[in-house]
């Protein structure tokens, strides 16, 4: 199977910018628009005020404690904004803290879609997959409490969340571009899956491994059957 395009998801061909994805696990008002069709009223002044505000006590909480003090009861009251509209416009919590990664998600998908290769568009797919999977182990590191902390909360919502679809969809149209013939879409999700925070946090927290060991091994597990 050579098809790497996942159902509601914008063609990738690797040669040009590709519309960003948010973050966020996809639930009702839970964030930007993200899927086809008409995209829905611009959020209100008042209501963009408010979620800044929250996202804001939320970030506080994190620096201040960690992120597993983050409660919904918490942000409400640090925001000064009631706990129904905090559950309204999150879901819960592990929305919340997907949503604090957005801006940070965003700037890595432009680097990758969009920007100099051999991360971004204009190098071979062999040197693209190497440069993108450095990255994401960097990417991992530098946000692994709150990536962890998303995880535990709900393990499923990081495969249906907007920024694992753009990654799955990127890792699959480089791959079928080096494997023609091999089912990109699956070997997408299994190249992608040692990057699960919990493993990562094994890796490098319980393991002690540098980030430029993981890397190694990312390359050399990649070449076992070369």
Known sequence: ??????????AADGDGPVRLLTVLPTAPGAGPH?????APVSERA???R???RILDAAARIVAEQGPDAVTMNQ??????IGVGT??????????LLWALL??????FQEAYMSGPPPLGPGAPADERLDAFLDALVDRVAEQR????AAHSAAPRARYHSGAYQVMHTHVAMLLSRLRPDGDSALLAHLLLAPFAPDLMHHLSVEQALPAERVKAGVRELLRLRA
């Open 1 to 10: 199977m050579s098809s790497t395009r996942t159902p509601g998801m914008p």
């Open 145 to 148: 409490p709150l990536l962890l």
């Open 46 to 48: 008042d209501a963009a």
């Open 50 to 52: 408010n979620r800044r």
């Open 102 to 107: 957005d801006d940070r998600e965003r700037q």
């Open 75 to 80: 942000v409400a009251h640090a925001s000064g």
């Open 86 to 95: 905090v559950y309204r416009r999150f879901g819960d919590v592990s929305q």
């Open 34 to 38: 993200t899927g086809p069709g008409p």
